[in-house]
């Protein structure tokens, strides 16, 4: 079951609607620790390596290093990683909780981590280009395959055209791929596993 997608089958649904027979993968979402480690990679800022001493994990500026490797203070958890549902480091924990509660939301859209991560894939994403000049469809199409690993569907595709392109939002375009690429960071498609 664990190698199944998560996509419904109609006929499956009837002959088992509540998936008793495990006729597909129930979604997931990403651990807070992978979510961090992706957050980065997409951007290219991901310290790929092994080993070394703890470091903080709310530092200022943030350190790229894999999130394994962060300190965790058994007295004070951080609030990052108690939102995202992190074992408490006080007990033996066998199965974290699993919530979907609305600071989770609020922290994807409020977080300067992820407002800095966006920023960081938005520059990455159009400084991997053949050409000087990627067009906005091409970077639109680069910053998906960065956060969800497929091209966007035409409608996808229209949507966001019309969003960095519009005239009405007053904001110069780097900061316009920012918010895009900010968009695509807080969806669900990029924290859950199908």
């Known amino acids: 079951v664990y190698q199944q997608a998560s996509v419904e089958r109609p006929a499956a649904r009837l002959a088992d609607p509540d998936n008793r027979l495990l006729w597909r993968m129930p979604r997931q979402r990403l651990e807070v620790e992978a979510m961090r480690d992706a957050m980065l990679a997409v951007g290219g800022e991901l310290d790929h390596r092994m080993g070394g001493r703890p470091f903080e994990l709310l530092s200022d500026p943030i350190t790229p290093r894999r999130t394994v490797y962060a300190f965790v203070n058994r007295d004070v958890v951080s609030p990052f990683m108690s939102t995202f549902d992190a074992a408490n480091p006080n007990a033996c924990t066998a199965k974290r909780p699993d919530t979907t509660v609305p600071q989770q939301a609020l922290f994807a859209l409020n977080s300067n981590f992820i407002q800095d991560r966006a920023a960081a894939m938005a520059k990455l994403a159009a400084a991997k280009s053949d050409s000087d000049d990627k067009t906005d469809a091409e970077m ?55």
């Open 140 to 194: 639109v199409m680069a910053l998906y395959r960065r956060a969800f690993a497929r091209e966007p569907s035409q409608d996808e595709l229209e949507a966001a055209l019309a969003f960095v392109e519009s005239k009405e939002v007053k904001m110069d375009k780097a900061h316009r791929w920012q918010q895009f690429a900010h968009a695509l960071l807080a969806a669900n498609e990029f924290v859950f596993l199908d």
